[in-house]
């Protein structure tokens, strides 16, 4: 064989490196070549990728199993589209929403400035919201360049919602320890969640990321899955700093055998109700073919909820499936996880919305303030009296307003401060903020500092809003959230170019945290009052 024959595969092998190499818009992962395109970002160019798929399609067999492996293409693939979202039911949805909706729905993607393998950028992976319920992806309030302008590769991930990410079955539990070897079912949409940040490890150096220095951070349910990875032995390892915006894992998390949880169900009782509701009895495998022959349309007619919100016709019950101690991915309940000071000690950001719970209190199931008495003696026992003292009303009128600061406090304020808290006395580092801004603006009904309205300011993202306050904040807050994907601490390694003012480090002593409002300000007790209240009430639960 000639010289010449020898070395030409070699000569072909570079040529094609080199080509790629200078085509930024051109990457090879593991399963084979994407296309995206180059975007302009205030003058500097991005490369946004969209609609990778992490996993095959969950469809047909695949349905409720753990997310499968990709089946590798020939050429390229076009990846310049949002893929579909994962179904969901459309009445539940607060603005805009997904037209665009398919069980094949298991996609990524990414942002980035820079293909260069060697460049090494941290990594932003982005959980999006919901309930576990609604939500997707290509969302414009996501959109990830003006972060990756900034010098991250940021990943946006989709995950199975509703009945498709959470069904726990005794069939499917049959299923999986026979296919799988262990006896688990539900938490799908944690397993994609899972499969989504493996993907990351073997690929995001490809796009110019470090999976040495990845950031995972969420909002409401992201935010609240955020938390359940930090105690998920499958995800260890897998992400190395954690942001968590308004949300957390909740308590009483249902066990898949044992009567636990909400409504003192396990998670086989739910899904059993589920099917039964679904026109489909049984635990064997005739039932499980039956459920998986079930039409998209007919699986979306299961009624669901979030918090006070749900799709039920008027008194029907609705379900609250979500994340659940199966054994695979959730080996106990995260709040003994992160009580017992066993969550992953990574750096930490945790805060909340001043007005988070409006959204909720809409659907607060008394109006009158005799019904709201009966509601606090009813969730705090002997702590009602306190609750009211806390959270007061006059009048049937100012019930509303009550319930709005009760549910902040509960599910927002308070849980914030108890996940920096028990990080704290673990050992780790913890940074807690509030978001009190408001920017004057109305969406889907909400106003004042409305649950999620962060997002954009986060993302860089917000429209119709043009002064110059609202451009500085967003400004400040994209600075921070950079920072400390790159360095675990959002006021960076350079005392002399920290973002003003420093951002103190969380301790119960003090309770310092960051206001983010008109201007940006260091604050120390937040909601102390509530916050010891209702921390003494969870304790004993």
């Known amino acids: ?68 492996p990709v089946t590798p293409w020939e050429g390229e693939r076009a990846c310049t589209s949002f893929a579909p979202a994962c179904p969901q039911p459309k009445d539940m949805v607060y603005g805009i929403p997904f037209r ?19 460049a090494k950028q941290p990594v932003m992976v982005w959980i999006h919201g919901g309930g576990n319920v609604i939500g997707g992806a290509g969302s414009p309030v996501y959109d990830g360049k003006r972060l990756a302008a900034q010098g991250v590769v940021l990943v946006s991930i989709q995950y199975r919602l509703g009945v498709f990410g959470f069904l726990a079955h005794e069939a499917l539990t049959t299923e999986a320890k026979e296919k799988d070897g262990i006896a688990a079912s539900g938490n799908q949409g944690l397993l994609d969640q899972i499969a989504a940040l493996r993907w990351v490890q073997r690929n995001i150096a490809a796009f110019g990321g470090d999976p040495g220095c990845v950031t995972i951070f969420g909002e409401s349910a992201g935010a609240a899955n955020v938390t359940i990875l930090m105690a998920s032995p499958l995800a260890e ?109 990574v750096p930490f950001v945790a805060g909340s919305l001043l007005d988070d719970g409006s959204v909720f209190s809409r659907g607060f199931p008394v109006k009158r303030l005799v019904g709201y008495r009966l509601t606090l003696r009813t969730l705090f026992g002997a702590d009602a009296d306190k609750m009211f003292e806390l959270f007061p009303a006059a009048s049937d009128g100012e019930v509303s307003g009550a319930a709005h600061d009760l549910i902040t406090a509960l599910a927002f304020t308070a849980p914030a401060r108890r996940l920096c808290r028990w990080l704290d006395a673990a050992g780790g580092k913890a940074w ?3 978001f009190t801004r408001d920017p004057g603006i109305a969406r889907a009904g909400r106003s004042g500092v409305f649950h999620g309205l962060e997002i954009a300011y986060v993302f860089g993202t917000f429209s119709g809003i043009s002064r110059e306050i609202d451009a500085a904040l967003s400004a400040d807050l994209m600075r921070r959230w950079v920072t400390f994907a790159r360095c675990g601490d959002p006021n960076g390694a350079d005392e002399q170019n920290a973002p003003a003012p420093r951002w103190p480090v969380h301790t119960p002593a003090t309770d310092q945290h960051l206001e983010f409002g008109d201007t940006v300000r260091v604050g120390e007790g937040l909601d102390r009052a509530a916050c010891d209240l209702l921390d003494a009430v969870a304790a004993r639960r």
């Not at 909706?101 to 990414?110: A, F, G, I, P, R």
């Not at 009567?259 to 396990?266: D, F, H, K, N």
Request: hydrophobic share 45%; with cysteine; net charge negative.
């Open 237 to 345: 390892g897998l992400f190395h700093r954690a942001i968590a915006e308004s949300g957390y894992f909740g308590e009483n998390t249902p066990a898949l055998t044992s009567a636990t949880g909400a409504r003192g169900l396990s998670g086989h009782a739910l899904g059993a109700e589920a099917a039964k509701r679904l026109g489909v009895d049984g635990h064997d495998a005739e039932a499980l073919a039956k459920l998986r022959a079930l039409t998209v349309e007919e699986l979306l007619e299961l009624p669901l909820s979030i918090g006070s919100i749900s799709n039920a016709e008027r008194g029907e019950r609705a379900l609250r499936l979500g994340p659940i101690v199966d054994g695979r991915v959730l080996t106990r309940s995260p709040e003994a996880v992160w009580s017992k000071g066993e969550m992953a000690k």
């Open 432 to 434: 807690l903020y509030q």
């Open 100 to 118: 665009a909706q398919s069980e094949d729905c298991l996609h990524l993607n990414v942002w980035t400035s820079t293909a260069d393998a060697d």
């Open 1 to 68: 064989m000639s010289t010449l024959h020898r070395i030409a595969p070699i000569l072909i092998l570079s040529f094609a490196t080199a080509l790629l190499a200078q085509e930024p818009t051109l990457v090879r992962i593991d399963s084979g070549l994407v296309r995206g395109e180059s975007i302009d970002v205030a003058g500097t160019t991005a490369h946004a990728f969209r609609g990778i798929p992490f996993a095959a399609p969950p469809i047909g067999e695949l349905r409720w199993r753990p997310p499968q």
